[in-house]
């Protein structure tokens, strides 16, 4: 089990922060355990402040059941309307209210086909039943029908004493020890994510120091434990395959954590065995890209890695084994220094190429830095300079980055 999971919080007395959206969901509950049901709350703020975490303390509170919708939920209006409708109508005295939670309703909408804003909008105008909204972003334009039905409860991020003090009673929970200085890094690194920070923790007890170049590296949107979950756990090749486009982690990189990881998530040794042959064509592949130039190798290596590890558990994988961390690699961009410049990089490559950031950052990256070695050896610098100057606005300085990057 995750720490993060471990150590959520029992009720609201035990979220950390944001006092007076706490307190607001207080008198919410407290109405609602009265029978008052007024407006639904949204509550926003960005990730890993405790928005869903505070909610469930919230019924857990008031001893409120819940119905909790979540993004394979909303496939259409009428599985809404089904699902929606009759749980807010059910008022019987006698049962436990029924707290009905609509969480990261802005991604979620990205779905909704045109009947479902009218369906969502009906049930909170008519919910006997208390209704929560949960939002990345409450000014997403495509929840702008929201803001006239519901009640703004904003979650801010987190305060770095806020966050330090945390890991340090999990810490003292666990039993472990780690010195200041770290948990400090952890703390300051985290900007205001303590939900990061309590993944950074876990990381980084018993892990080799140097691995503290990567703190607050790992993205905040899909981390890495989420991706190898993905992997290891869906029979879909195309789950998987997105799976892996969608992580923010070079290939080398993934390919070792599921590397590390096989052994811990599929029990047979046919499942373990055929999981490492595709690794290593996903290897083999990576290798071929580099050395010949054909990029198109690097497609192949994601779809081993992925979809090839997927198809090999057979669907029998097992979930109890907390991930390793991989301790054999070299990471990404180990200065601040060269962060920075990496993003310079990569938000002029997005403007020139017309790509997604993460696209960029995954796939022209590796494959630029391929083309600059190769190129370079072939034709020398001066002619991969002017060439990068001249396609892709990248000065002399910007391209020996991106050839010296940790990428692989
Ligand atoms: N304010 C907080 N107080 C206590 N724990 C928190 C808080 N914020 C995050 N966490 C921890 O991080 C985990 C994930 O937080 P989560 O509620 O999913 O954040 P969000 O929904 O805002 O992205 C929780 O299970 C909990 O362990
Ligand atoms: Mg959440």
Redesign the pocket.
Known sequence: ML???????KTLD?????ATSIQRLRLFGLDAQKGLVGRPLIVC????????????ALANTFGFETLELNASDYRDSETLRRTLLPAGNTNNLFKKKVLIIL??IDELSNKFDSGAERVITEMAKKSKQPVIF?A?DFWDRKITFLREIAEKCE?KK?GVD?ISR?LRRILSAQGEEMPDDLINEISLKSSG????A?NDLELMMGADPQLRENLGYRSRKVEIFGVLDKIFQTNSFATARAAAQDADVDLSMLINWIEENVPNRYATKKGRYDAMENLSSASKYLESASRTGHYDYLKYSSIFASAGVSLSGGGDFSMLKQYSFPANIRFLSHTKKSRNEMRTIISKLVYKIHAGKQNVSNTYITMFKLMIQRAGQEEGMEKVYDFFESKYSLEKGEVDAIASSKKY
């Open positions: 720490l993060s999971d471990k150590y959520a919080p035990d979220v950390v922060g944001n703020g960005p990730s890993g402040v405790g928005k869903t975490c505070a909610v469930n969480d990261e949960i990345n979650f987190l806020e945390t994510d303590l939900s990061g309590i």
